[in-house]
């Protein structure tokens, strides 16, 4: 990470709106075959968008740029290892490292400017295993191919003439993709949460969760927090950095706790469309309870150096059919090799 100083409208206002916070959330969705093909996507393209659409901030990922690490534990309870033979849900204390973010590719973002909160994980476990998970706290995505996403990146472009998107270009984007409609009316009707420690988070895509006689179970995680959701105000978004202001002082207070919530589908249930909630009345599993302790910036914290892959996965978790996450995969790869590489020049010149 490279060191650098901190720096609800009209209908087609509310579209322009709703469009850059779905540029921020994407993180990256990339289809990765047909390289060879220049009318095919690649990871490569995507993130290229991504940069000609916000900017190249050498260092920083090319989403989520703004962000905090923290450590702590997961504390599982043992009701998940039914499902998954996962370590990491049998009864015990798992390590924790994690990061907080806003999206966006500008580091000096204004907190204010979204309502999209993120949490991304990496839990430890003892065998060696690793689990990466990276989260929003949105119950939806906006689409559900990568192919839309671009869509949506290249239609959310800002006008050199007015810095912002075309709101009509939006409008054409939402009108020819109607699965976007309940990520726009989450957006519409969820003002934002005052901190990062009070908005739930969602996985969003499907996965497999494999038992100990390997029967698979179709599943979506969410963490919960236990301090109460409140909704921002004016005042508090009008600080440019309330959101690490505030996790610092609920930090010093003592830790900060979710609860880890396995949801089960039935048979039929969509597994390949993170558009799609599923009934409410899906069994839930209470899997235990996620604790984070300290906060540290990301310039040189633990969270750093860790490329949050949610396909990154212990024994006894596998990936879906939902196509979104190999496409995440290969552009959260290319995020992190293109910031990393950054780095490297950077110390390589400031060693001279």
């Known amino acids: 990470m490279l060191r650098r100083p901190g720096q609800h409208l009209d209908v087609l206002g509310r579209l322009a709106a709703i ?20 009318h095919r996507l690649t990871a490569q393209r ?17 989403n989520h ?10 504390e599982s309870n043992g009701s998940a290892s039914d499902i998954s033979r996962a370590q990491v849900f049998r009864p015990g204390r798992t390590p924790v490292i994690g990061r ?11 907190d204010g400017s979204t309502p999209v909160r993120s949490m991304a994980l990496e839990f430890r476990s003892g065998n060696g295993e690793q689990w990466r998970t990276a989260m929003n706290n949105t119950p939806v995505f906006v689409v559900n191919s990568a192919r839309g996403f671009y869509e949506q990146l ?36 969820h003002p934002p949460s005052t ?17 100990m006689s390997g029967q698979t179970h179709d599943v979506r995680w969410s963490v919960v927090p236990q301090a109460p959701y409140i909704p921002v105000t004016t005042k508090d978004a009008a600080r440019h950095d309330f959101l690490d202001s505030e996790l610092e002082d609920r930090l010093s207070q003592g830790p900060l706790r979710w609860h880890l919530i396995l949801t089960v589908a039935k048979p039929g249930d969509v597994t390949n469309d993170a558009t799609v909630a599923w009934p409410d009345d899906r069994a839930r599993i209470d899997a235990g309870t996620l604790v984070v302790q300290r906060e540290s910036a990301q310039a040189d914290g633990d969270c750093r150096d860790i490329n949050y892959d949610p396909t990154v996965l212990p024994d006894g978790l596998k990936i879906s059919d939902d196509p979104l996450l190999a496409a995440r995969s290969s552009a959260y790869a290319v995020s992190f090799n293109r910031r990393t590489h950054e780095e490297a020049e950077a110390s390589g010149t400031n060693a001279q």
């Open 19 to 38: 469009g850059v916070v779905v540029v921020g959330i994407g993180g990256g969705f990339a289809y990765v075959s047909g390289v060879l093909t220049p």
């Open 195 to 211: 901190s990062f420690a009070n908005a739930a988070y969602y996985g969003i895509n499907a996965f497999r969760a494999v038992d």
């Open 100 to 110: 907080f973010a806003i999206p966006g590719t500008n580091p000096a973002i204004a």
């Open 154 to 189: 290249e239609a959310s472009r800002p006008d050199p003439a007015t810095g912002k998107p075309d709101p009509a270009k939006l409008a054409a984007f939402f009108a020819a993709h109607p699965e976007t409609r309940p990520f726009r009316n989450w957006v519409r009707s």
């Open 65 to 74: 740029a703004k962000g905090v690490c923290f450590a702590g534990y997961f």
């Open 46 to 62: 995507m993130i290229n968008t991504f940069e000609a659409n916000g900017g190249v901030h050498p260092g920083y990922r090319r």
